[in-house]
């Protein structure tokens, strides 16, 4: 039985070495960010029923800067993208002829979330979440009425998201302005664990994503967020979408290489439909994302048929809106 | 059991030692009963509540049979549950032939040298490698420097080395268990070293060896971490060109050059989904990760079983 074992593996091994490493069927390959997969799931899974088969697209989660390192190799056609596109990212890619067109599909509205038995935050600003959050903070912000007087003595315990996401960069960037949050906090890759800790610790305090927040309403409060000495607004998807909910909202994006999108018929028919208005629409709101206006889509539809490639980011920006984005001439 | 020549003790005094000894005994066999009832109640608790909550997928076909979605009543483990099949039956194809053929030779053949005293370390101590360290080195060599990029055929090697020393250490123990008058009964026979390995030693060590072997296929089921750092996929509607056909030369070999997902990456996506619903799948498909564990474990004492009772 051994040999006869072996003399398959071995032979197995050789057919696989010499047998060409191509597809019969049209394959889109897409990997990428975790927050963006939902909406990709639901894109492939609807265009691949309106390809009846003939095209096939497949998702993975390497993360941001995952899908980056593949993407930029030439080694996938989209790459899906929690944050803009790093400078280094950008300067591989160069290196390896890689040019890509940038579009942005949805907005995500980073939520602060709170017990629900806690009754002393009716709102908090952005310099209070900065308090907490600084690096600064680290051993020396440890109770809630350090953070405003009239807060109760109560110890402040602070969950996030772990520093690997993109959520956290974007956080980062929008509240510290600097590099990193402080380093005492739970953090945990998986939001669920987060929504876990706020819910069962009335001196919690954390933040994620907004379908994290939707789903678990009954037992999560969402802090209104005040910036730059503006009214607070709650995080939500009318506020996100109207661009009323600063500086806690952010787009997501795809990435597409330019090469295949040239080349490849079904990769362009994918982006198509994937930037149509009828399907992103319902299928964003569908997985518990913001859709982007209207007419945002069209823009990007616009960018997508001209070939506009490159970045329109510079650094860290936040706060912009997605249609003055979209309008911007990339570097 | 230790009998002091010359004294004999007295009479009472070797009862008192007979009782301590008793009483000892009594208390050893209760604290391992409890750490064994400690350890099943855990497994027991873990798999009941997995059950429990995925009960309403798991008495749904679909759930069989369907894609993955995102709609949660809809999605199913059918590309999950073929890949992590076809990534396995790479993994046994290589890691048995290859660990069994690398134990006879450290057992049977290899001189007492310092060389195979490396070896024999480094093989040990490979079987405690981190399993991430096992997907980075195959990310380098399978995927980037080979070529052979992120298919079957490369998860099914990379599992396949990480339960290598775990089947070369049971093939090892397996064939020096065999009795020596075994051995020297076939060489009176007048048969060479290859004549008595196969014709006796194998055979007879081949409950041993079989139950290394699915013990690490079992160890290699529910690995994620490898698997995802080769690039297997999260979402792929689709399913690997099968590896039979109705024309010659009916087998082909094009799926082990697909690109596939396996059940704990299925199932560790939908567990870190915001809804609800998509952590009823992750329970289902938990459960359904374990009875294949217990399944192939379940297995291995069966064949231990039926290889002895046929050797008598």
């Given at each position: 039985?051994?040999?006869?074992?072996?003399?398959?593996?071995?032979?197995?091994?050789?057919?696989?070495?010499?047998?060409?490493?191509?597809?019969?069927?049209?394959?889109?390959?897409?990997?990428?960010?975790?927050?963006?997969?939902?909406?990709?799931?639901?894109?492939?899974?609807?265009?691949?029923?309106?390809?009846?088969?003939?095209?096939?697209?497949?998702?993975?989660?390497?993360?941001?800067?995952?899908?980056?390192?593949?993407?930029?190799?030439?080694?996938?056609?989209?790459?899906d993208?929690?944050?803009?596109?790093?400078?280094?990212?950008?300067?591989?890619?160069?290196?390896?002829?890689?040019?890509?067109?940038?579009?942005?599909?949805?907005?995500?509205?980073?939520?602060?979330?709170?017990?629900?038995?806690?009754?002393?935050?009716?709102?908090?600003?952005?310099?209070?979440?900065?308090?907490?959050?600084?690096?600064?903070?680290?051993?020396?912000?440890?109770?809630?009425?350090?953070?405003?007087?009239?807060?109760?003595?109560?110890?402040?315990?602070?969950?996030?998201?772990?520093?690997?996401?993109?959520?956290?960069?974007?956080?980062?960037?929008?509240?510290?302005?600097?590099?990193?949050?402080?380093?005492?906090?739970?953090?945990?890759?998986?939001?669920?664990?987060?929504?876990?800790?706020?819910?069962s610790?009335?001196?919690?305090?954390?933040?994620?994503?907004?379908?994290?927040?939707?789903?678990?309403?009954?037992?999560?409060?969402?802090a209104?967020?005040s910036?730059?000495?503006?009214?607070?607004?709650?995080?939500?998807?009318e506020?996100?979408?109207?661009?009323?909910?600063?500086?806690?909202?952010?787009?997501?994006?795809?990435?597409?290489?330019?090469?295949?999108?040239?080349?490849?018929?079904?990769?362009?028919?994918?982006?198509?439909?994937?930037?149509?208005?009828?399907?992103?629409?319902?299928?964003?709101k569908?997985?518990?994302?913001?859709?982007?206006?209207?007419?945002?889509?069209?823009?990007?539809?616009?960018?997508?048929?001209?070939?506009?490639?490159?970045?329109?980011?510079?650094?860290?920006?936040?706060?912009?809106?997605?249609?003055?984005?979209?309008?911007?001439?990339?570097? | 059991?230790?009998?002091?020549?010359?004294?004999?003790?007295?009479?009472p005094?070797?009862?008192?030692?007979?009782?301590?000894?008793?009483?000892?005994?009594?208390?050893?066999?209760?604290?391992?009963?409890?750490?064994?009832?400690v350890?099943?109640?855990?497994?027991?608790?873990?798999?009941?509540?997995?059950?429990?909550?995925?009960?309403?997928?798991?008495?749904?076909?679909?759930?069989?049979?369907?894609?993955?979605?995102?709609?949660?009543?809809?999605?199913?483990?059918?590309?999950?549950?073929?890949?992590?099949?076809?990534?396995?039956?790479?993994?046994?194809?290589v890691?048995?032939?290859?660990?069994?053929?690398?134990?006879?030779?450290?057992?049977?053949?290899?001189?007492?040298?310092?060389?195979?005293d490396?070896?024999?370390?480094?093989?040990?101590?490979?079987?405690?490698?981190?399993?991430?360290?096992?997907?980075?080195?195959?990310?380098?060599?399978?995927?980037?420097?080979?070529?052979?990029g992120?298919?079957?055929?490369?998860?099914?090697?990379?599992?396949?080395?990480?339960?290598?020393?775990?089947?070369?250490?049971?093939?090892?123990?397996?064939?020096?268990?065999?009795?020596?008058?075994?051995?020297?009964?076939?060489?009176?026979?007048?048969?060479?070293?290859?004549?008595?390995?196969?014709?006796?030693?194998?055979?007879?060590?081949?409950?041993?060896?079989?139950?290394?072997?699915?013990?690490?296929l079992?160890?290699?089921?529910?690995?994620?971490?490898?698997?995802?750092?080769?690039?297997?996929?999260?979402?792929i509607?689709?399913?690997?060109?099968?590896?039979?056909?109705?024309?010659?030369?009916?087998?082909?070999?094009?799926?082990l050059?697909?690109?596939?997902?396996?059940?704990?990456?299925?199932?560790?996506?939908?567990?870190?989904?915001?809804?609800?619903?998509?952590?009823?799948?992750?329970?289902?498909?938990?459960?359904?990760?374990?009875?294949?564990?217990?399944?192939?474990?379940?297995?291995?004492?069966?064949?231990?079983?039926?290889?002895?009772?046929?050797?008598?």
């Amino acid at each position: 039985m051994l040999k006869r074992a072996s003399a398959v593996s071995a032979f197995a091994v050789l057919a696989a070495i010499s047998a060409p490493m191509i597809h019969a069927a049209d394959l889109v390959k897409v990997d990428g960010s975790s927050t963006v997969f939902p909406i990709t799931e639901a894109m492939a899974e609807e265009f691949q029923k309106t390809e009846k088969g003939k095209t096939q697209v497949t998702v993975g989660i390497s993360g941001t800067g995952g899908g980056f390192k593949k993407f930029c190799r030439g080694e996938t056609d989209i790459s899906d993208a929690s944050r803009p596109i790093k400078e280094s990212e950008v300067k591989l890619c160069k290196e390896n002829g890689i040019e890509y067109i940038e579009l942005p599909v949805a907005l995500d509205a980073l939520t602060v979330v709170i017990n629900p038995k806690n009754d002393w935050v009716d709102r908090l600003s952005v310099e209070e979440l900065k308090k907490m959050w600084e690096p600064a903070a680290q051993d020396k912000i440890t109770n809630w009425n350090q953070i405003r007087p009239g807060f109760p003595d109560r110890p402040l315990k602070l969950f996030g998201p772990g520093t690997d996401s993109g959520t956290y960069d974007y956080f980062v960037e929008a509240v510290i302005e600097g590099k990193s949050t402080r380093g005492d906090f739970t953090a945990s890759e998986d939001d669920n664990v987060l929504v876990q800790g706020v819910a069962s610790d009335v001196n919690a305090l954390g933040f994620f994503g907004l379908a994290y927040y939707d789903e678990n309403q009954g037992k999560l409060k969402a802090a209104p967020i005040s910036w730059k000495g503006g009214k607070a607004v709650s995080p939500s998807v009318e506020n996100a979408k109207n661009a009323s909910y600063q500086p806690l909202s952010r787009p997501i994006f795809i990435y597409v290489n330019k090469k295949t999108a040239d080349e490849k018929a079904y990769v362009r028919r994918f982006v198509e439909f994937y930037l149509d208005n009828r399907n992103s629409q319902k299928l964003v709101k569908e997985v518990g994302y913001v859709p982007l206006p209207e007419k945002a889509y069209d823009m990007a539809m616009n960018n997508f048929k001209k070939r506009q490639t490159g970045t329109v980011f510079h650094g860290s920006e936040v706060g912009i809106g997605i249609e003055e984005l979209l309008a911007r001439a990339p570097k | 059991m230790a009998s002091s020549p010359g004294k004999q003790p007295a009479q009472p005094e070797l009862e008192s030692i007979v009782r301590g000894n008793r009483r000892s005994d009594l208390v050893m066999a209760g604290i391992g009963m409890i750490v064994l009832l400690v350890a099943m109640a855990l497994l027991a608790a873990v798999f009941i509540d997995l059950a429990v909550k995925g009960w309403p997928r798991l008495i749904n076909p679909d759930f069989y049979i369907n894609f993955p979605s995102r709609h949660p009543e809809q999605a199913g483990i059918l590309s999950a549950a073929v890949g992590t099949t076809l990534v396995m039956l790479v993994t046994a194809l290589v890691a048995i032939p290859l660990g069994v053929a690398a134990g006879v030779y450290l057992e049977e053949y290899a001189a007492r040298s310092w060389i195979t005293d490396v070896i024999e370390i480094n093989v040990s101590n490979l079987a405690g490698v981190p399993s991430i360290i096992y997907g980075l080195l195959a990310l380098g060599l399978f995927v980037h420097a080979f070529g052979l990029g992120e298919t079957i055929l490369t998860a099914g090697l990379v599992l396949a080395l990480l339960i290598l020393p775990v089947i070369i250490v049971a093939t090892r123990e397996a064939i020096r268990s065999i009795p020596l008058e075994l051995r020297e009964a076939a060489y009176g026979l007048g048969a060479d070293k290859w004549q008595t390995v196969r014709l006796y030693v194998l055979p007879a060590a081949r409950p041993g060896i079989l139950t290394g072997a699915i013990v690490g296929l079992a160890r290699a089921i529910g690995e994620a971490a490898p698997v995802i750092t080769i690039g297997a996929l999260t979402f792929i509607a689709f399913l690997p060109p099968p590896p039979v056909q109705a024309q010659p030369p009916f087998i082909n070999f094009e799926w082990l050059s697909s690109p596939f997902t396996v059940m704990p990456i299925q199932l560790f996506n939908w567990v870190s989904r915001p809804q609800a619903e998509f952590h009823i799948n992750a329970a289902a498909t938990g459960v359904v990760l374990m009875v294949m564990t217990l399944g192939m474990n379940g297995l291995a004492i069966y064949i231990r079983y039926r290889l002895r009772r046929d050797a008598r």
